[in-house]
């Protein structure tokens, strides 16, 4: 809410500030974002929807060329699954059992960044301009959703485990270790012992000791280009893409859902990943 305010007072405040040759706007759109990076065997990841808005400026140099830069909310993300063998550690009362089985798990992660683009353009045509240029992104949120179902058998005794359905819900800005995201508990049996489980999970609940730092890092950085088309003098149409240069998960966080090390602890395979985004734009500039 806090947001939406203080774009409206840009706005209203934006007759005061004007000088000759510069404009104040405001776009809002949709965008299509793809996270970028090797997936483990049984893992995929695919493009998630979200929506951007925020107030844009630009500075023309001449009738045909200019700068434009931006303040965007920008809500930015993917759908992460992964079907196949794997592990989950049950905590009965203070001890946890070591189990291996198969996971059904669909996340939904929404990142939500301020971006700020720099971005020269000039006009192809009439009505056509063609912008090019950079951008670095904030991450101010970031939070998770989707289920994780598993059956399978302890390790030591092949007693039967599950099912187990976890609903996910957590934050991974603020969640903590172990963390549950509600009262609410289901019931299994383990060798013939009922043992309590929570129903909703928050984002580090399978983490016994959380490394330091968050799952996403806080600064995102790119290459970006985009085209708009000219309705009027200030309504315009936009696609514009952004290529992700920089790593924007932690590596120590970059664990394999497949299997355990002899030590049953988590394997960390470090690797790269980048947003890659495309953003459908209506811009009005005053």
């Known amino acids: 809410m806090r947001l939406f305010i203080s774009i409206f007072i840009f706005i209203l405040c934006s007759n005061s500030i004007k000088a000759q040759g510069a404009h104040l706007g405001l776009r809002i759109g949709i965008n299509s974002v793809s996270l970028n990076g090797p997936a483990e065997e049984n893992a995929n990841y695919k493009p998630q929807s979200g929506f951007h808005i925020g107030p844009t400026f630009s500075y023309a140099f001449s009738d045909i060329m200019g700068l434009r830069g931006e303040f965007i909310f920008s809500q930015k993300g993917s759908s992460f699954e992964y079907s196949g063998p794997s592990y989950l550690k049950v905590k009965k009362n203070t001890e946890y059992l070591n189990t291996s089985g198969t996971r059904n798990m669909l996340l939904a992660v929404n990142n939500n960044y301020i971006d700020i683009p720099l971005m020269f ?117 936009g696609v514009r893409y952004q290529m992700g240069l920089s790593d924007v998960s932690n590596d120590k966080f970059d664990i394999s859902y497949k299997t355990l090390s002899p030590s049953k602890e988590f394997i960390v395979n470090p690797a790269k990943f980048t947003n890659s985004c495309f953003q459908f734009s209506i811009m009005l500039q005053l």
């Not at 598993?150 to 800005?173: H, M």
């Not at 950085?221 to 085209?227: E, F, K, S």
Request: aromatic fraction near 14%; glycine fraction near 12%; avoid cysteine.
């Open 121 to 237: 353009y000039t006009l192809l045509f009439e009505h056509v301009d063609l912008s090019v240029g950079g951008y670095a992104s904030f991450l101010v949120g970031s939070s998770v959703k989707g289920d994780l179902n598993y059956t399978g058998k302890r390790d030591n005794s092949n007693a039967n485990v599950g099912p187990i359905k976890y609903l996910i819900d957590g934050n991974y800005l603020r969640d903590k270790a172990g963390q549950v995201s509600s009262n609410l508990t289901q019931i299994i049996k383990i060798e013939g012992d009922q043992v309590t489980l929570p129903q909703r999970i928050g984002a580090y609940y399978e983490y016994r000791d959380k490394p330091d730092g968050k799952k996403y890092n806080f600064l995102d950085y790119g290459l970006t280009g985009a085209i708009h088309y000219r309705f009027s003098r200030g309504l315009y149409f």
